[in-house]
């Protein structure tokens, strides 16, 4: 069956390091998302991609970084300038040209030790 | 500026309690409303789509209608299982390179037997 995979499921962060979220699928979508959600708020946009090798800033990219050499593949990485990290990470795609929802991975959760 | 407010934040509903969950929106020329569903720790689960005011969408106790300004999503004689995040998004009109969704803050739903 098609669909999204994010792992690891949980990940732990030190201070001062950086790590990679990791989202795959298999939908043969062309535009690839990354949100945050904290508790009880709802979804931010981190960082985007319409197709391979381009990518555009989300409202809160900084301390993020992400690549798209891939159209399966879409990693983000939360780099040492995330201050605030702990959050829960979820990956999206969507088909293009036309007004389709999302398709959502089961998210990454991400804690600062 | 484009918002999605949804509303409340949290309802605590007996089983078979019936209710309603809010989404108002304010964004030039929509394209599209969906409705997805979140349980705790997972990856938000399509629910409906509304591109027009008046439409209606079922599926089993949930049903999802749409005005100019806002969209409801009504829950008939509820049960436990029903209980989880109900997140609400928007498609915007203008030409955004991304068509991004623009996701509401989330209805946390709890149904107690």
């Known amino acids: 069956d098609g669909g999204i995979t994010q792992s690891p499921k949980y990940l732990f962060r030190k201070e001062g390091q950086n790590v990679t979220l990791s989202c795959e699928q298999n939908?043969?979508?062309?535009?690839m998302y990354w949100y945050r959600q904290d508790p009880g708020q709802g979804l931010r946009l981190i960082y985007y991609s319409q197709i391979v090798n381009d990518f555009q800033k989300g409202d809160i990219a900084e301390g993020y970084s992400v690549s798209r050499e891939k159209k399966e593949s879409f990693p983000l990485t939360v780099t040492s300038a995330q201050k605030n990290p702990t959050a829960f990470y979820l990956c999206?795609?969507?088909?293009?040209?036309?007004?389709?929802?999302?398709?959502f991975g089961s998210g990454t959760r991400l804690t600062v030790v | 500026e484009d918002q999605v407010t949804q509303s409340p934040e949290a309802l605590r509903l007996q089983e078979g309690e019936s209710s309603s969950l809010n989404c108002s929106y304010t964004?030039?020329?929509?394209?599209?409303l969906f409705w997805y569903r979140q349980d705790p720790g997972k990856g938000p689960e399509f629910l409906f789509t509304?591109?027009?005011a008046g439409e209606e969408k079922e599926k089993e106790r949930l049903k999802a209608t749409l005005t100019k300004k806002e969209s409801f999503l009504h829950i008939t004689a509820p049960k436990p299982e029903d209980s989880a995040t109900y997140l609400c998004a928007v498609y915007r009109a203008e030409n955004n390179a991304g068509n991004m969704l623009t996701f509401g803050g989330g209805t946390r739903l709890m149904v107690k037997p």
């Open positions: 999206a795609s969507r088909r293009q040209g036309a007004w389709y929802g999302y398709t």
């Open positions: 509304l591109y027009s």
């Open positions: 964004v030039s020329g929509l394209r599209g």
């Open positions: 939908l043969n979508h062309d535009a």
